[in-house]
């Protein structure tokens, strides 16, 4: 019973592509969230979606676009995909505000080339 | 300026010795969570300390927290190989918002048997 599940585990595309990566969570929490964890593990926070209000973080790029279907899912969209895109990205889920614990998914391991 | 900085950046150490993490942040905070990450996965939460705790325990995990001097202490007892990985702390800051947890860069941990 996988608590948080993000598809794919890995994405290899082109520079210029648009890609989607799907998260999904199962424990019933009202907050989602996109991470992006760089080379050197360093884990910032992208995005915070609770009941319909998204909380962007200003140094997010506009290519980047979370949408969310329900509450169980947060899906994350990348347009025209750059080089210093390729990371790990997380989505996470916790029951209220950011303060509660945060249930992390495995990971999306995206190369652009 | 990065919230959370974990101290050593990495740590080599024998079974069944103790493994000492320390954290350090710059504002006031609600919470003070530390995390664990194994190669190739998601983040696990192990423990929330809150801003008017000064000690939590849970299993051979202890924490502690020092407002006054904006840092914690995460220390693991009798440690095991299975506790080789990667650890963050990670603080919501008061009035921090959009900013949702910030996360450290991280001790690696090593368990050598």
């Known amino acids: 019973d996988t608590a948080v599940s993000q598809t794919p585990k890995y994405l290899v595309t082109q520079m210029g592509n648009d890609k989607s990566i799907k998260c999904e969570q199962n424990?019933?929490?009202?907050?989602m969230y996109w991470y992006k964890q760089d080379s050197k593990k360093f884990l910032k926070i992208m995005f915070s979606y609770n009941n319909k209000e998204l909380i962007i973080n200003e140094t997010v790029p506009n290519r980047f676009s979370p949408k969310s279907p329900d509450k169980a899912h947060l899906n994350l969209h990348i347009n025209s995909l750059e080089l210093g895109d390729s990371a790990v990205y997380f989505c996470?889920?916790?029951?209220?505000?950011?303060?509660?614990?945060?249930?992390f998914g495995p990971g999306t391991r995206l190369t652009v080339l | 300026s990065q919230q959370g900085e974990e101290d050593p950046q990495a740590l080599s150490i024998q079974e069944g010795e103790n493994a000492t993490m320390n954290c350090s942040y710059k504002?006031?905070?609600?919470?003070l969570q530390w995390y664990r990450q194994n190669s190739g996965r998601g983040l696990v939460h192990l423990i929330l300390i809150r801003s008017n705790e000064r000690e939590k325990h849970s299993g051979r995990l202890r924490v502690t927290l020092d407002t006054s001097k904006k840092s914690s202490s995460l220390l693991i007892t009798a440690s095991r190989a299975a506790d080789t990985a990667s650890y963050f702390c990670a603080t919501d800051a008061i009035g921090g918002g959009a900013d949702g947890l910030t996360f450290g860069k991280g001790t690696h941990l090593i368990i050598q048997p």
């Open positions: 504002t006031s905070i609600n919470n």
């Open positions: 996470a889920s916790s029951q209220g505000t950011v303060t509660d614990t945060q249930y």
């Open positions: 424990l019933g929490h009202d907050t």
